[in-house]
């Protein structure tokens, strides 16, 4: 007998995803957004905002290790980090595991979201809100970065889908991204998540593509399957020098012997696969030439 | 406002697959199955067998290319190929751009699937059901195989899922695996689709592959993102000899300069990135314990 | 195991009526709605426009008889009548059966829904386009009635949802009305379909109530269940004298000896327990005091 | 934009409702049947058993003053009442509202679904389960009839659907109505709720019907909307001699005006609404030739 209770993640005007809901662990409307914690059929207790999966508890370590590893490791010796977003902590959870990181600034516009998390998604943060390197701003991420005195060697731009009256929709525009290039360190690297690179739907990961572009001389598009998503995943990668792709296996082992505990999805062969582009996606890539800007920033809904 | 048709793929007892439902192009109920061809949502035209997606036009070259170059590429020199299932008539499309080929066996049990997939989906079989290389069995794969006489260079399982009372549930076991190792040339290849390997739900994946470890001595797990599945996909490659890991990117490169037209996913990274495998699914492959027999064939829904 | 084909009519953001979809009949947007026509599960062919049910092939005899059948009784001689929409027909076939009636006049906005099921719904009409009494004039009912030379005995409103930007929207509002009223002979009667009479959703029942009770003497709301609908379905009758409450048994009785064919669902019995009003809706009703005026039209959706 | 979360009541193989769920109030599997306890969309606070909608906030006042009073108002002198089922308490404080009755005894199989709603559900019970003229068991309603040593002057039967593997499916067999027959005092009646009379699954009302003609001399089927059943819900009401069809307003308004407090639905006007049956229902129940028997009871899903 199918279940009764049901949560429907509208991806798109027609597509939808239903997961058997199992409990509901919280829900309010925010300042800012529809916020939900759900239990849900196979993948466990679940972030939802403004009804879209921000993580789940049964694969959450693929995207968080996908968005995290691959930048730290290219920097190859990351010390002052900045995320913007990743409200629940597991971004910083992974950061702590390199050693040489000192200090982790998160900025996350809604207070209310990261204190929900971290009464009900220990599963996620681990604790890694206690650790001593770690400083939490309740601020408007574009804000933070255009006033900091600081620069920092890396930073992960962990944030909720670019939708119209969402939180995030300017943080994707090629104004916000020129920002943060001038708060990187010499040598820094930025990676962002870059949503879904379906190929029903990948139109704003090429145009996210396409403006980092503009900005950073180095850039690398790269994805993996995040199943809770239900559609394969983008993230962007950028720098003015660092290239993650120009490792070798022996390199990227070595790298990933200094960081703390055993990962779950990322290794040296999924690191070299992650950048790995099928050639449809080649082309929509190269032919993309629609810039975000802040006069007209899209919105990806 | 929401599309007011829709295809629900229920994957599990607790998860669903909405699709906009634009058209019924056909629909019956054949000897062995439900049969519908459905215009969906983005994906466009579908075809789905007892209310599982099978393929789709909008992404249906990245199953096909991925079930068949890899295993072809490895071989090195296919001459005869042999395909159980693969209705569709993509399979045979994709193997037939390899020059080396000079017969194509396709044995597929339910005559009413092929022909209306030759009538209705030419874009996926793109005439290749008329090339003089190919014919076409009406019967069970099983039986044909265990009684054929010849020998095949690589043979290819393009199958429905092993679904109790489904069609394919018995081309999923040991027996029927040696069965097919007895009808490869020598140096010859074999290739299965080998069901979701998500993190939620890949006890299918992890017993094929081992069922599989039982019969060869080289096998290969790999998988890739199919958007219209919702879930990645998983594959199992076997030889005793030949290993498409073994290669290096310059001999893909130079293999794949024989096939003919363009390819729309693969190319030398994908190759090499799809057989990637996650520390979760390592830990999963190693330490599966179940073999699928004859005497108690495992269905997966 | 269930269907994988679905409609889905979203009757308010709360709540969405889902069923098996054997068919699409016909599918189009035509100049002034989305119509289509499905086959659906148990209710048989359907008619849709705009993703509402109009009615269904199992149960439109309960809407249309309840629609047609009180008011006629209720004049005891009706000669002239005019239907405002009701494209299936089946008005025009209830309301043929009174041998008094010499001439049924239809005024339907929109041609395509007209010809459409004329070609694909002779269940419903049964051929009464055809009989020599009718004639259909494809016009804005409230501009047709407003320039009318003529008036009717008895004039039924069959029309589509009072939706935003639905065809529809200005045909529930006192002006209109007022038009309807002078437009009857004397001792002429009218009735409206009314929408909804659910007790979470009766606020346009009860609009629509007070709106013709500000232009009409005798006002009866009256309401039955129709399956297809899954919500209890109101109506309201209004005259400036005759009164189908008044009657007593015999007397229905004897008038409906006079229609020709047998009926499905009214009955004397029926007739009398139609006009039967819950208390809570007596209560909704006595205290409405919104009247649906052109300035400001209601959505009711 | 639509709810994110959704509870899906499958009525049939080819029917779903869905509402938009609020909140999970409560949830187990109790030792008898799944039990929750969810708000939902506009229907509020709602019971649901195994899957299925038993009463709503909003409207179960319909569905319980439509089953007790009827059936005490034919009996005209109510004194000793038995409920079977009724879990949520809303039954007997219907019955309550009757002066003359002095003793009221609820046989409910499930402890747990009783306390919950005691605890829960308050809305319902309005503390009902406190009035001293009230005894609660715990026990198999078939058992408890069978063997009680009293007889009674109403007996209610307020059960959950027969389905197969489900608590109810002997409480609806001739068996059990004879058991019930001989536990009633000269002048007793009974009634049992009887599953939806949509004209597309109606089978089980004429069966439940066919069933207590066989026991009884005066059989009365009624049925009204209930709204949150999104289908027309059927009642039987039986005795050997008192008949509620056979009452005239005036004498109905007598006895109405010796009830407690205010009713929402019931109106002598909506008694005799009650038990008009349309034509085409009329045909079904008198067809009908089915007998409900313990030897194979019919599973009505």
Redesign the interface.
């Known amino acids: ?10 991806t ?10 199992e ?2 662990i919280y ?1 309010s409307r925010t300042k800012y957004q ?1 916020l ?1 914690i ?1 239990r ?4 466990g207790k679940s972030l ?1 905002l403004d ?1 879209k999966m921000q993580s789940a508890e ?2 959450e ?2 995207y968080h290790e996908c968005l995290v590893h691959p930048v730290l490791l290219a920097h190859g010796d990351p010390r002052n980090v900045l995320i913007a977003g990743g409200g629940e902590g597991a971004t910083i959870r992974e950061v702590l595991r390199w050693p040489t990181v000192e200090k982790v600034y998160m900025v996350d516009l809604d207070r209310e979201v990261v204190e929900v998390c971290k009464q009900y998604m220990p599963e996620w943060h681990k604790g890694a809100f206690n650790d001593s390197r770690v400083k939490v701003f309740y601020e408007d991420a574009r804000k933070f970065i255009a006033e900091a005195s600081e620069k920092f060697d890396v930073i992960i731009l962990d944030l909720p889908e670019p939708m119209e009256a969402g939180p995030a929709i300017m943080l994707y525009t090629e104004e916000f991204y020129k920002e943060v290039a001038n708060h990187l360190t010499p040598g820094g690297v930025m990676v962002t998540q870059a949503t879904t690179v ?4 990948c139109d704003a990961f090429a145009i996210i593509y396409k403006t980092i572009s503009e900005v950073f001389k180095v850039v690398r598009p790269y ?3 995040v ?1 809770s998503f ?3 995943w983008g993230f962007v990668f950028a720098s003015n020098g660092k290239d993650p792709k120009g490792l070798d296996v022996g390199e990227i082992k070595e790298r990933l012997t200094k960081i703390d505990g ?6 040296p ?2 690191h ?9 996606l080649k082309d929509i890539l190269e032919k993309e030439t629609r810039v975000n800007r802040d006069s007209s920033p899209i919105s990806f809904y």
């Open positions: 007998m199918l279940n009764s209770r049901w949560f429907l993640e509208i798109s005007d027609t597509e939808v995803n239903m997961h058997a809901l409990e509901v829900s529809k939900e759900l849900l059929g196979r993948f939802i009804g049964a694969d370590f693929i379906s190929i029903i739907n994805w993996t399957a199943p239900y559609t394969p055993a990962l779950k999805f990322y290794n062969e999924i070299l696969a992650l950048f790995a582009i099928p050639e449809y």
